[in-house]
Nanobody
């Protein structure tokens, strides 16, 4: 059974940090790009970041650029999202996803992904 499982979410004050992890199982994801999306209550799911199969290329939404960093460890079949300087507007359920191909091209579109995790809640509040 192919699975992506996110962890590391929680509650944090504005300005704080969290590190999300997404562990894959059932197949290797080392040969595909991996993305992060988020969905706030009452809003559409939105793109956050994507990383190529090798980790050599990354792309971020403007809203998180300079604050979030995506990385991966292919030996562990795991991708990470380091989130710093968190803001209340970052509050959402965060999802990781495995792309259909190795590059970040098209990585901001949900249709580019064929496996999704169940999500992890991130709440930023004072």
């Amino acid at each position: 059974q192919v699975q992506l499982v996110e962890s590391g979410g929680g509650s944090v004050q504005p300005g704080g940090s969290l590190r999300l992890s997404c562990a894959g199982s059932g197949r290797t994801f080392s040969n595909v790009a991996m993305g992060w999306f988020r969905q706030a209550p009452g809003k559409e799911r939105e793109f956050v970041s994507v990383i190529s199969w090798s980790g050599g290329s990354t792309y971020y939404a403007n809203s998180v650029k300079g604050r979030f960093t995506v990385s991966r460890d292919n030996a562990k079949n795991t991708v990470y999202l380091q989130m710093n300087s968190l803001k209340p507007e970052d509050t959402a359920v965060y999802y990781c996803a495995a792309a259909r191909g190795p590059s970040i091209s098209g990585g901001s579109y949900p249709s580019s992904y064929n496996y999704w995790g169940q999500g992890t809640q991130v709440t930023v509040s004072s």
